[in-house]
């Protein structure tokens, strides 16, 4: 079945910093990923989509220049937490699916946590 | 009203029994129904689909969809200890046609003791 790939699966940074994160799909080509995250004790949040060659779109409350989303490749979307802050400790989690209807396969996901 | 709600248990059942999974949903108009297993610190796995009304079974699984009455079940028989974990139920978002925009409920925690 087609894999989505994510790393780091665990970062660890001070406040103030920025942290990247990777979700590449490996056998099959993603013109759209999704981003989303999963505080503690909590479901599945969609934050964001993530559009090969074209701006990225923001669910609403999330923040567009505190998360930086990049999707320059077909394969490739990558998302930048800038000036982390204690509060955006979550785990990430990005996903994609084959075609318009094809069923969504997550990655392994990137457990953030700012200190 | 929440989108998606589910019991979010803890529900716990013996081994070898049938765990049921309970979830309903807001939008009449929904048409895809998703349940994900998720373990203690990992990501959701699809486990289940089901888009048409009545029974989809998949080995010890079966999916059950009630249009009219706006629910959707996860049974899971002859539960075996490794079936324990967050069971989430997704629809698309309201109004959407993509597959991934989906909107969780707050999952089930379902544990299977010896």
């Known amino acids: 079945g087609a894999v989505v790939s994510q790393h780091p699966s665990w970062v660890i940074c001070k406040s103030g910093t920025s942290v990247k994160i990777e979700c590449r799909s490996l056998?099959?080509?993603?013109?759209?990923m999704f981003w989303y995250r999963q505080f503690p004790k909590q479901s599945l949040m969609l934050m964001a989509t993530?559009?090969?060659?074209?701006?990225?779109?923001?669910e609403q409350g999330v923040e567009k220049d505190k998360f930086l989303i990049n999707h320059a490749s077909l394969t490739l979307s990558t998302l930048t937490v800038t000036s982390a802050h204690p509060e955006d400790s979550s785990f990430y989690i990005c996903s994609a699916h084959q075609g318009v209807t094809g069923e969504l396969f997550f990655g392994e996901g990137s457990r953030l946590t700012v200190l | 009203q929440k989108e998606v709600e589910q019991n979010s248990g803890p529900l716990s059942v013996p081994e070898g029994a049938i765990a049921s999974l309970n979830c309903t949903y807001s939008?009449?108009?929904?048409?895809?129904f998703f349940w994900y297993r998720q373990y203690s610190g990992k990501s959701p796995e699809l486990i289940m689909s089901?888009?048409?009304?009545g029974d989809k079974e998949d080995g010890r699984f079966t999916a059950q969809l009630n249009k009219a009455s706006q629910y959707v079940s996860l049974l899971i028989r002859d539960s075996q200890p490794s079936d324990s974990a967050t069971y989430l139920c997704a629809v698309p978002r309201a109004g959407g046609t993509s597959y991934g925009k989906l909107t969780f409920g707050q999952g089930t925690i379902l544990t299977v003791h010896p």
């Open positions: 089901i888009y048409s009304n």
């Open positions: 993530s559009n090969e060659g074209s701006k990225a779109t923001y």
């Open positions: 056998d099959f080509q993603a013109t759209t």
């Open positions: 939008d009449r108009g929904s048409q895809s």
